[in-house]
């Protein structure tokens, strides 16, 4: 029913090259009608969104978007972000000695939840942050069947979305980023459809994606020793190790796992394999970035920050679809590693295997269990 591509090269050629289309009206299968009509992606592939348009659709979807996450934007941010993770980490300090605490639900995830909420205008007090988490989760979880697919993403995240774009109409709110997107609404620019999917896309792929990342970050550390040593020892001696740190962390072990299907519009030659006009090819980006052959030296497998090769990840993706929200992602990151390893120099994690998310698109754990001290 589909191909998987896996070495870097291949990777670039399906996300880059024209012919290779978002629109599911190029998937042959799906035309066929050989499709099960519960199968549970059915909903989100046949959705108009950002992620499921070409060309000029998606252009003027994505617009507003990157506007609102421009890199002088984020920079702008930095100051919040430090708040937020002083706070975070703040509460994390009257964890009790010797108790085992869960990294992710404490620090990875409320992080890039606060900043995405922030940035869209979501108020900070009151049950609609915790909301947004839940249901982010739920249309992530791909073990849902189809009716708790369509019920998250087609009904309760819009509703949600839809009752808190009322309230901020009536409040007079305007510099945000969801009453950026209203306003191109308001202008033509957008449909409300477009402007619910946006939404969708930009509060999922804002926080579950960075707290993956750094998790993996800090179970990179954790694991590598050495390599800790060697990022605190160039701190010591006046240099930022966080950048290189945190380009490692998005190849070891990226934060999202399938890049969901493009659809080839005519034959390609891929590598040496000929793509059909009309098949679904998915882009597995755990598995692209430790393919020895795109990363030969040293060992894929090793977290090896500074590693000659690094900059060649397609963690964020490549072609018109590449992440807006990847210097976000970075700041947030780098941040985050900096202060936690400063707060907590004996941070350790606990022996135990944890288990994955059950997500097609998300790569990351259900839980980071750490002692602190
Ligand atoms: C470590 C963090 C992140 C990773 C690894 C990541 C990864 C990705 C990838 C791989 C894509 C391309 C999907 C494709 O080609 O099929 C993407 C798209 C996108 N990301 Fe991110 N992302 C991250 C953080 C963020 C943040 C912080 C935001 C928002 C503030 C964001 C918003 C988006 C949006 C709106 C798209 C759709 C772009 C389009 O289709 O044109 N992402 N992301």
Avoid at 3 to 23: M, Q
Avoid at 45 to 72: C, F, M, N, W, Y
Avoid at 240 to 264: G, I, K
Wanted: glycine share 8%.
């Amino acid at each position: 029913m589909a191909k998987a591509v896996t070495t870097r090269e291949a990777s670039t050629l399906v996300l880059t090259d024209p012919r290779f289309s978002k629109d599911i009206k190029h998937w042959g299968a799906h035309a066929r009608g050989e499709i099960p009509p519960d199968w549970p992606l059915l909903f989100i592939v046949e959705g108009k969104g950002l992620l499921t348009t070409d060309g000029d659709t998606h252009r003027r979807l994505r617009l507003p978007v990157q506007r609102a996450i421009s890199p002088r934007r984020v920079q702008a941010l930095r100051p919040d972000i430090e708040a937020v993770v002083d706070r975070l980490l703040a509460e994390l300090a009257t964890v009790p000695a010797g108790e085992e605490t869960d990294l992710h639900a404490r620090f990875a995830l409320p992080l890039p939840l606060e900043v995405i909420c922030s940035l869209l205008g979501v108020p900070e007090d009151g049950p609609l942050r915790e909301e947004l988490r839940v249901l982010s989760a739920a249309a992530m979880n791909s073990e849902a069947g189809v009716e708790e697919v369509q019920n998250t993403v087609g009904r309760d995240f819009p509703a949600t979305l839809m009752s808190l774009i009322e309230q901020k109409r009536a409040d007079g709110d305007r510099d945000d980023l969801i009453m950026e997107l209203v306003a191109a609404m308001d202008e033509g620019q957008l449909t409300e459809a477009e402007v619910m999917g946006n939404l969708v896309v930009t509060v999922i792929g804002g926080h579950e994606t960075t707290a993956n990342l750094i998790c993996h970050a800090v179970r990179g550390l954790l694991t590598h020793p050495g390599t800790l040593a060697d990022a605190r020892a160039r701190q010591d001696a006046g240099e930022n190790p966080w950048p290189d740190v945190v380009e490692e962390a998005l190849r070891w072990e990226s934060p999202s796992r399938n890049l969901m299907f493009r659809y080839a519009t005519e034959d390609v030659a891929v590598d040496d394999e000929v793509i059909r006009e009309g098949e679904a090819v998915l882009v597995p980006l755990p598995a692209v970035q430790r393919c020895p052959r795109s990363f030969p030296d040293p060992d894929p497998e090793l977290f090896a920050p500074g590693r000659p090769d690094v900059s060649r990840h397609i963690a964020f993706g490549v072609g018109p679809h590449r992440c807006p929200g990847a210097s976000l992602a970075r700041l947030e990151a780098e941040i985050a590693l900096r202060r936690l390893f400063d707060a907590f120099p004996g941070l350790g994690l606990v022996p135990r295997p944890a288990a994955r998310v059950p997500s097609l698109g998300m790569n990351g754990y259900q839980e980071l269990p750490v002692l602190l001290n």
